[in-house]
C-alpha cells in the first residue's frame, strides 16, 4: 500500500533541507532591470547602465527558468559577440518590454520552434534550452 501522502511531502523536505533553506533565507533579489525597448537593429535594456544588443550580434540565446518557490520566472540569456567572453545579457518576463522583445525576437531571428512549451514544462524545473544559436540557424 502505498505511504500516507503526508510522508511523501516530508520526504521530500527532508531529502533536500540545504537547498530549501537556502531559498527561503536568500534576500529576493530585486530585478536588475527596468525596461527593454526596441532601437534601430535590435534591442536595449535600460538599467542603471543601458545594454544595447544588436540583432546580428547575438551568438546564442538561452531559455529557462528560475524558481522563486511559489512560481517560476522565464527568462532568456543573450550571449552577444560584442560582449566580453563569458557575459551575457539575462533579461525576465517581469521586466517591462519583455513581451514586445518576445515577439520581436521571433520576427528577426529563427527560434527554435515550440521553445516557449519546452521552457515552461514541466513546472519548477530550471528546463534550459538553447532557442537560438547562430552557428545552427536556421532551424536551430
Known amino acids: 500500500q502505498p505511504p500516507p501522502k503526508y510522508m511523501i511531502a516530508f520526504k521530500a523536505t527532508v531529502e533536500m533541507p540545504f537547498g530549501f533553506l537556502a531559498k527561503v533565507l536568500a534576500p529576493r533579489r530585486r530585478n536588475r532591470f527596468e525596461e527593454i525597448k526596441g532601437i534601430e537593429g535590435g534591442f536595449e535594456v535600460i538599467a542603471a547602465e543601458r545594454t544595447r544588443v ?3 550580434d ?3 540565446i538561452t531559455g529557462f527558468k528560475r524558481d522563486l ?3 517560476d520566472i522565464l527568462c532568456l540569456a543573450f550571449e552577444v559577440r560584442t560582449l566580453a567572453p563569458g557575459v551575457q545579457v539575462e533579461v525576465n518576463e517581469e521586466i ?5 522583445l518576445v515577439s520581436v525576437l521571433a520576427r528577426q531571428l529563427p527560434l527554435k ?3 516557449r ?3 515552461l514544462r514541466p513546472p519548477f524545473e530550471t ?3 538553447v532557442i537560438y544559436d547562430a552557428e545552427a540557424a536556421p532551424g536551430v
Open 113 to 115: 520552434p515550440n521553445w
Open 69 to 71: 518557490l511559489t512560481t
Open 54 to 56: 544588436q540583432w546580428a
Open 127 to 129: 528546463n534550459t534550452t
Open 117 to 119: 512549451s519546452e521552457v
Open 96 to 100: 517591462s518590454g519583455f513581451a514586445n
Open 58 to 60: 547575438i551568438v546564442r
